[in-house]
């Protein structure tokens, strides 16, 4: 039975936290500046799950609406920027082909991780309804670098014990539909570096937090071993590395 992916990190609120890496600030300085974000713009972040995202341009004075479904991921969310800028997050629960918010309303839509989930000319359409003339949506993912021989490895625990390249390979194609939009137009894509520095607890977190991790015990169990046998393989003062590769794809709405 498909889990509806609404649901589908009910309950991994705070490992998502702890656990998901972050955002580059030359990958977020790209974006404030393709957007031409100031201090007076509203930005929809779709899918805003624990507010990763939408902090970093809540920090940088932007007036931020977080859509999110799920419950647990907006309640962390609220908890997490409330402890760094409190007041600058408004939440609202809203899927991304119906958010709810006003027509016309956001000068920019942002969606981090997160497109791959949706239904993509459904949400596009959602998206140039609810963005100013000019606005601009732009979709983000940390994509694994694995010509890193760690991150590789990661990988490879991963491909011994679950469909990861089947999953990931619809993911490296999920912001095609932007640049190819009847929506939308200057379409782009744009990379960036990024590394995450884990410890042994971090690193298991974050292995757990992908959707796409084993839930049965005795899988779950190999990949914890396989993980722990790569982390002291490939660490150095208690801590390893992973390597992203940041894919920022950006259009400006006809």
């Known amino acids: 039975m498909q889990v509806d992916s609404t649901k589908r990190f009910s309950g991994l609120a705070d490992m998502y936290a702890k656990a998901r890496p972050t955002y580059p600030d030359v990958a977020i300085d790209y974006i404030m500046d393709i957007c031409k974000l100031t201090g007076k713009s509203q930005l929809a972040d779709v899918g805003c799950g624990t507010g990763i995202s939408s902090q970093l341009f809540a920090e940088r004075g932007i007036q931020v609406t977080g859509v999110e479904p799920n419950a647990d991921m907006r ?3 609220a908890e997490l920027i409330d402890k760094v800028k409190p ?6 629960e809203g899927t991304a082909e119906n958010t709810s918010l006003k027509d016309s309303s956001v000068d920019a839509v942002l969606c981090a991780q997160a497109f791959h989930w949706f239904k993509p000319d459904l949400a596009l359409r ?8 000019e606005g601009w949506t732009v979709l983000v993912w940390n994509e694994r670098d694995e010509s890193d021989a760690f991150t590789r490895a990661y990988g490879d625990a991963f491909r011994k014990l679950t469909e990861i390249d089947k999953i990931e390979e619809t993911h490296a194609t999920s912001g095609i539909p932007l640049l190819t939009s009847e929506y939308f137009t200057k379409g782009e894509l744009t990379r960036f570096e990024n590394e995450q520095v884990l410890d042994r607890e971090a690193l298991i977190l974050r292995a757990f937090s992908a959707s796409y991790a084993p839930k049965e015990a005795g899988l779950a169990n ?13 660490q150095s003062n208690g801590e390893v590395t992973l390597k992203y590769s940041v894919a920022v794809y950006s259009a400006c709405r006809r």
């Open 126 to 133: 959602e998206f140039h309804r609810i963005l100013k003339p």
């Open 222 to 234: 190999r990949l914890k071993d396989m993980l722990n046998k790569d982390f002291e393989r490939f």
């Open 87 to 92: 007041g600058s997050l408004n939440l609202v």
């Open 75 to 77: 309640n962390k969310a």
